[in-house]
T-cell receptor, first 114, second 115 residues
Framework: AAGVIQSPRHLIKEKRETATLKCYPI?????VYWYQQGPGQDPQFLISFYEKMQSDKGSIPDRFSAQQFSDYHSELNMSSLELGDSALYFC?????????????FGPGTRLTVL | AQSVTQLGSHVSVSEGALVLLRCNYS??????LFWYVQYPNQGLQLLLKYTTGATLVKGINGFEAEFKKSETSFHLTKPSAHMSDAAEYFC?????????????FGKGTLLTVNP
């Protein structure tokens, strides 16, 4: 079965650089969620989209922006990177509007900021 | 605001022993409840969830959990641990009602299985 695809899987950036993380949800999944998991931490919700509109926003820094495109893939753009942005970034997708349906997680993108 | 507390950041059991991972939630309205497992360098996989109905929920890999409203708990159990169960386990909640279903995770419990 198709799973959530995230690219790249690993990314190394310098401080103050920018990064773009991509998420391709499972086909026919309309909702995408982004989470950030710092080293040894639990995942923290960043932002979600349904039908290309932002549906909820969590503790996402103003330096970050995200969007969902017409093909339902989503991109997380991160600017002025800081050392503290080093983390595992997960994308999850679920069918239909946001609900208690299972969120299917991708393998994550590991971002390292030097 | 919702919160999740997982008692014990690290649990160690012997192969074949009972696994018990504890989760308590804090919410004025019982939320939707989930257990996820994370193997090293991998994403999160859903083990089981409670939304409504029977309070004893069976999941994958022989795990089950029971929702106890009076105790605000959703502990995860497995009768007999396998070496392959060694992983990090996260309890998570999602608000019941409204239109937003972001997951709020507990801090996680690392399960070690000894031969």
């Amino acid at each position: 079965a198709a799973g959530v695809i995230q690219s790249p899987r690993h990314l190394i950036k310098e401080k103050r650089e920018t990064a773009t993380l991509k998420c391709y949800p499972i086909p026919r999944h309309d909702t995408v969620y982004w989470y950030q998991q710092g080293p040894g931490q639990d995942p923290q919700f960043l932002i979600s989209f349904y039908e290309k509109m932002q549906s909820d926003k969590g503790s996402i820094p103003d330096r970050f922006s995200a969007q969902q495109f017409s093909d339902y893939h989503s991109e997380l753009n991160m600017s002025s990177l800081e050392l503290g942005d080093s983390a595992l970034y997960f994308c999850a997708s679920s069918p239909g509007p946001p609900s208690y349906n299972e969120q299917f997680f991708g393998p994550g993108t590991r971002l390292t900021v030097l | 605001a919702q919160s999740v507390t997982q008692l014990g950041s690290h649990v160690s059991v012997s192969e074949g022993a009972l696994v018990l991972l504890r989760c308590n939630y804090s919410s004025s309205v019982p939320p939707y409840l989930f257990w996820y497992v994370q193997y090293p360098n991998q994403g999160l996989q859903l083990l089981l969830k409670y939304t409504t109905g029977a309070t004893l929920v069976k999941g994958i890999n022989g795990f089950e959990a029971e929702f106890k409203k009076s105790e605000t708990s959703f502990h995860l159990t497995k009768p007999s641990a396998h070496m392959s169960d060694a992983a990090e386990y996260f309890c998570a909640v999602s608000p019941r009602g409204g239109s937003n279903y972001k997951l709020t995770f507990g801090k996680g419990t690392l399960l070690t299985v000894n031969p």
